[in-house]
């Protein structure tokens, strides 16, 4: 029926007019619905492969595992150590020290004490008998046994004989530098150095007898009152003085018998040496060199007669004889 008004029943089927010719709208792209693949019951389906991984190299893995052991056995060594060494700091806590460091530096080369056998307060390098800290408070020499060279060892003189140990003549008198009685000879003849010219008391023997039996004697002590209490039993023995005085030997020339010894003393301001030297039948002998008031002796074991000088002045020379 052309015309005709669309009867109800055909408004309810159209919702839109068509209009001829119009695009018809591109049916819309509806994205392609995963399709899971078929999987036969009961069997897991595969993973979805997700984001591509980087896979090492078994070269890599080996490298990866080698440093990383490296860098473990760093850690443990690291460990062992720090654990090791903070052990020892608990085992041996750092010393005090009494001893000023421009003393151990002087005696020691270091400011701190890094030996502990050789410079610690306590410890008796030189076994003169003193320890380190005693030595710094006397004022003598930590690395020598006698340190004024009297022939007795610095632990000796502060223990036992009481006497000075940086002064050779503690007796103090100038007959005792003339005659060289140093403290060792005074104390190897009986004579007490503290009491100038008087001999030992009983009461002073017998503490010298029990402090050696507490402290003990020491080098060169032994050695040099063996050797003087030797001599002192052979009386024949004797001492002969020779002065250094205004650029002279005084007496120029002595002459002595084996065993004898001379003892030169310096008067003069400036230094003397006296010096034989050594030829093929007799070794010689050096003084160190003599400021005023020192002395230097010698005791003739070969006979002969040896024409000796004053090193440091060659002109001023002397004679020896020895029969
Ligand atoms: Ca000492
Ligand atoms: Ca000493
Ligand atoms: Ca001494
Ligand atoms: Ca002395």
Same mark, same amino acid.
């Given at each position: 029926?052309?015309?005709?008004?669309?009867?109800?029943?055909? $408004?309810?089927?159209? +919702?839109?007019?068509?209009?001829?010719?119009?695009? =018809?709208?591109? #049916? =819309?792209?509806?994205? /392609?619905?995963?399709?899971?693949?078929?999987?036969?019951?009961?069997?897991?389906?595969?993973?979805? #492969?997700?984001?591509?991984?980087?896979?090492?190299?078994?070269?890599?893995?080996?490298?990866?595992?080698?440093?990383?052991?490296?860098?473990?056995?760093? !850690? &443990?060594?690291?460990? $062992?150590?720090? &654990? +090791?060494?903070?052990?020892?700091?608990?085992?041996?806590?750092?010393?005090?020290? @009494?001893? #000023?460091?421009?003393? !151990?530096?002087?005696?020691?080369?270091?400011?701190?004490?890094?030996?502990?056998?050789?410079?610690?307060?306590?410890?008796?390098?030189?076994?003169?008998?003193? $320890?380190?800290?005693?030595?710094?408070?006397?004022?003598?020499?930590?690395?020598?046994?006698?340190?004024?060279? %009297?022939?007795?060892? %610095?632990?000796?003189?502060?223990?036992?004989?009481?006497?000075?140990?940086? !002064?050779?003549?503690? %007796?103090?008198?100038?007959?005792?530098?003339?005659?060289?009685?140093?403290?060792?000879?005074?104390?190897?003849?009986?004579?007490?150095? $503290?009491?100038?010219?008087?001999?030992?008391?009983?009461? =002073? &023997?017998?503490?010298?007898?029990?402090?050696?039996?507490?402290?003990?004697?020491?080098?060169?002590?032994?050695?040099?009152?063996?050797?003087? =209490?030797? @001599?002192?039993?052979?009386?024949?023995?004797?001492?002969?003085?020779?002065?250094?005085?205004?650029?002279?030997?005084? /007496?120029?020339?002595?002459? +002595?018998?084996?065993?004898?010894?001379?003892?030169?003393?310096? @008067?003069?301001?400036?230094?003397?040496?006296?010096?034989?030297?050594?030829?093929?039948?007799?070794?010689?002998?050096?003084?160190?060199?003599?400021?005023?008031?020192?002395?230097?002796?010698?005791?003739?074991?070969?006979?002969? @007669?040896?024409?000796?000088?004053?090193?440091?002045?060659?002109?001023?020379?002397?004679?020896?004889? +020895?029969?």
């Amino acid at each position: 029926m052309p015309n005709q008004p669309p009867s109800n029943q055909d $408004i309810d089927f159209t +919702v839109m007019p068509s209009i001829p010719n119009a695009p =018809r709208p591109e #049916p =819309r792209a509806e994205a /392609p619905k995963s399709i899971p693949p078929s999987v036969p019951p009961g069997v897991m389906p595969p993973k979805s #492969p997700g984001p591509k991984k980087f896979k090492f190299s078994p070269e890599m893995r080996k490298w990866v595992a080698a440093s990383g052991a490296v860098v473990l056995i760093l !850690l &443990l060594g690291i460990l $062992i150590y720090y &654990l +090791v060494t903070n052990a020892r700091k608990n085992e041996e806590p750092v010393k005090q020290t @009494k001893l #000023p460091r421009v003393w !151990l530096n002087q005696h020691f080369g270091s400011e701190s004490c890094t030996d502990e056998s050789r410079c610690s307060d306590e410890s008796d390098p030189d076994s003169d008998g003193l $320890i380190n800290y005693n030595e710094f408070k006397e004022g003598t020499n930590p690395n020598k046994a006698d340190s004024d060279e %009297d022939g007795l060892a %610095d632990g000796d003189e502060i223990n036992i004989y009481k006497t000075e140990p940086g !002064l050779k003549y503690t %007796d103090r008198r100038e007959i005792a530098v003339i005659k060289d009685y140093n403290d060792a000879r005074d104390v190897a003849e009986n004579y007490d150095p $503290i009491t100038p010219g008087v001999k030992m008391t009983d009461v =002073r &023997l017998r503490q010298i007898e029990n402090d050696t039996k507490t402290f003990g004697l020491h080098e060169p002590t032994i050695t040099t009152l063996a050797a003087l =209490r030797e @001599k002192t039993a052979n009386p024949n023995v004797k001492t002969v003085s020779v002065f250094i005085e205004n650029d002279k030997f005084s /007496p120029e020339s002595v002459v +002595v018998s084996k065993g004898d010894t001379v003892v030169w003393l310096n @008067k003069d301001a400036v230094n003397h040496q006296v010096v034989y030297e050594a030829n093929s039948s007799f070794g010689g002998f050096q003084s160190p060199k003599l400021e005023q008031n020192q002395t230097f002796s010698f005791t003739a074991e070969v006979s002969g @007669k040896f024409e000796y000088k004053d090193q440091l002045n060659p002109q001023i020379k002397g004679t020896l004889e +020895v029969k």
